[in-house]
Structure formats: structure tokens, C-alpha cells
């Protein structure tokens, strides 16, 4: 059975006109991109501008952009996954749907397969993708 999907969750904030820029953090998420990284993580508590940066550094970058706003109920691993994969669709239609199908038919819990599923779909796309 399919869960609904809320398409609130892909929406990007706008950026404010009166936020505090910064260049410095902009500058090293685009060396992570540049060195090929594959990972970046922002990490840091509640309300210190992890949104605002991410949002300045989208508009500068020429890359594809999923994006996903997560929150407590997300911690389930087939609401997750079935997010990240909605997520990617906002990109390319064709990716996740083979993991989508599995999660949605899947008699247990078992994750592991549409994880599979999902990077390979991940790797085999053309385009460099930010989520």
C-alpha cells in the first residue's frame, strides 16, 4: 500500500532579503563539490542558519537540486526512503521507482533491497544531483 506524500516537504524556502551572508561557508560547500565529494553534512543545533547557508549556496550552484525537510515522524526507514526517492523524483521521474515499488509491496520492514535499488538508479543518472 502507497502513503500519501506531502509535497510541502520539497518545497525550497525562499531566500530573505535581509539575511546575513556567508561567503566563507559557501565557499567550502562548493570545494566539497569541486574535490568530488560525494558527502557533505551541516550539522549544528536548531535556528544557527544551516537552511539560510544551504539555501545562499543553491542559488549560486549549476546543479540540480532535490530537496527534502525532514522531521521527527521521518525516522521510520520506509518513510524515509520513500521521502528520499519522492525527493529525487522532483529531478528525474525514473529514479527510485523500481526501489518505490518494492517499498510499497514489501511485506516486512526490509529495506535493504530498495537501498540497492535506489543507488544504483543514483549512479546510473547523468546528472549531479544535490538533495
Partial sequence: MSMPILQT???IPPQRPNMV???????????GIDQGGKLTLLSAPAGFGKTTLVREWLAQINRSVAWLALEQSDTDATRFLTYVIAALQTIDAEIGRGA???LQSAVSSATQ?????LLNDILATALQVVL
Fill in 9 to 11: 516537504k520539497f518545497a
Fill in 21 to 31: 551572508h556567508r561567503p566563507h561557508l559557501v565557499e567550502r560547500l562548493n570545494r
Fill in 100 to 102: 518505490l515499488a518494492g
Fill in 113 to 117: 533491497p530498495a537501498v540497492t535499488s
